[in-house]
């Protein structure tokens, strides 16, 4: 399936309805060529006749925003936020945009592997990991004076190995400790990409601080179906999903088939069932903003998948009361 101008004007409807029902659906970040002519208008990014890809980056989120509710920002994930990049954002999306913040891995990372971007740091132990004076100063406070725009917070743990935690318990305390010194005035969520902390006592421990389980489709984690069949999974009440991979299938393998992300190259129907399942439940029994978030990398397009889910659902105007 390809998008026209009619496909367009109807993927914005279905969303606003959604969102009026406190249902947020968006994708992992924005800035992709490969939407133009999709999500994205061409002529809006030439430059003496050409197409400019700094533009394009520029200024790319206004349109976005013509047409989905929400978005979730990876790049908090890689250093902290400072006021002019919020600013930015905030002022480019109307004011019943919610953003999805993933929080910088400064927090959540706890031995830094020896990718280039860790410099110095590679192959060291974090010693901000889960600190949480270094989160709300360098985090929430230049968050603040945005947060009427910022749905959901959310903390991504990469997959721990036993040099990292020879229990899982120990994460989980680890954790606990952690959220019960954070604000309780933010929507926080939290991901995991280990199978084995995915246990009653880990979700008990996120519920007591009504944190989110993050639903999340991803290489070595089981099919968002079997998480949603967990006791315990849903922890408070508002979700978050995040459809981001097929299991089995590593980042790297993802990006040389599905980019330059023009195209659904593989359906993916156990996750549109999923996310089918998470959407019926938040409408009807979320009390927060829920959100749901798609990546290229699932299924080859992320705007079609979510047009593809919108169109075997009945979704209508929430009624004014």
């Not at 725009?149 to 036993?162: D, M, N, P, R, T």
């Amino acid at each position: 399936m390809m998008f026209d101008e009619r496909t367009h004007a109807k993927m914005h409807e279905p969303l606003a309805a959604l969102a009026s029902q406190g249902v947020f659906i968006g994708t992992s970040s924005w800035k992709y060529p490969g939407w133009l002519g999709q999500v994205y208008d061409d002529s809006r990014y030439l430059t003496r006749g050409k197409f400019s890809e700094a533009k394009f980056e520029r200024e790319c989120l206004v349109e976005y925003a013509d047409t989905f509710p929400t978005v979730c920002v990876d790049a908090g994930y890689y250093k902290f936020p400072t006021d002019k990049y919020l600013y930015r954002l905030c002022a480019d999306v109307p004011s019943s945009f919610r953003f999805g913040f993933k929080v910088t891995d400064t927090i959540t990372i706890h031995h830094y592997s020896k990718l280039p971007r860790f410099g110095n740091l590679a192959g060291t132990d974090n010693k901000h990991f889960l600190d949480a004076e270094l989160f709300v100063n360098a985090f929430l406070k230049p968050c603040e004076p945005y947060r009427g725009k910022i749905g959901v917070l959310i903390f991504e743990f990469s997959q721990f190995h036993a040099s990292d935690f020879a229990r899982g318990r120990e994460f989980v305390s680890a954790l606990d400790v952690f959220l019960s010194q954070l604000p309780k005035t933010w929507a926080y969520a939290v991901e995991t990409r280990n199978e084995s902390l995915l246990h009653p006592e880990y979700f008990a421990m996120l519920k007591s601080h009504g944190v989110a389980h993050v639903f999340n489709s991803w290489t070595r984690m089981p099919e968002v179906s079997a998480q949603i069949e967990m006791p315990g999974s849903f922890t408070t009440d508002f979700l978050v999903a995040r459809f981001l991979l097929k299991p089995g299938r590593s980042y790297e393998s993802a990006v040389n088939s599905f980019s330059p992300y023009t195209s659904t190259k593989e359906p993916y129907e156990a996750a549109r069932a999923a996310g089918k399942a998470l959407i019926q439940k938040a409408r009807a029994e979320g009390k927060r903003p829920s959100f749901v978030f798609v990546n290229n990398r699932l299924e080859g397009n992320a705007p079609i998948t979510i047009a593809s889910l919108l169109e075997e659902m009945e979704v209508r105007e929430k009624p004014q009361t």
